[in-house]
């Protein structure tokens, strides 16, 4: 069992950034492919980004690529996503996921993930 907490959401202008967090519990957070996810009101839940157990593979959804970075600390439970260049369309609630994913083929979809985070919400102004 991992419970995810996110967390650095809130209140940007465009143009500006935020870092959001999310700390797993449990010893076993090395093992998972972490991704993050969003929800924008009215819409359906996206990809946005995923890294590998080991932090060395990294993808990214084509709205956020250039503008996002994901990274990991396996030392510290914990998965990032820096978000730079923030757009009014960015505005959304952001999930962090975990799943033990064999291909990365299945990074995107949201069904790989066996663990999820309750979201932190992110407002972007124009």
């Known amino acids: 069992q991992v419970q995810l907490v996110e967390s650095g959401g809130g209140l940007v202008q465009a143009g500006g950034a935020l870092r959001l967090s999310c700390v797993a519990s449990?010893?076993?957070?090395?093992?998972?492919?972490m991704g993050w996810f969003r929800q924008a009101p009215g819409k359906e839940r996206e990809f946005v980004a995923g890294?590998?157990?080991?932090?060395?593979?990294?993808y990214y959804a084509d709205s956020v690529k250039g503008r996002f970075i994901i990274s990991r600390d396996n030392a510290k439970n914990t998965v990032y996503l820096e978000m730079n260049s923030l757009k009014p369309e960015d505005t959304a609630d952001y999930y962090c996921a975990a799943g033990m994913i064999n291909s990365y083929r299945d990074l995107t979809r949201l069904g790989s993930y066996d663990y999820w985070g309750q979201g932190t919400q992110v407002t972007v102004s124009s």
């Open positions: 449990g010893r076993t957070f090395s093992m998972y492919v």
């Open positions: 890294i590998s157990s080991s932090g060395p593979y990294v």
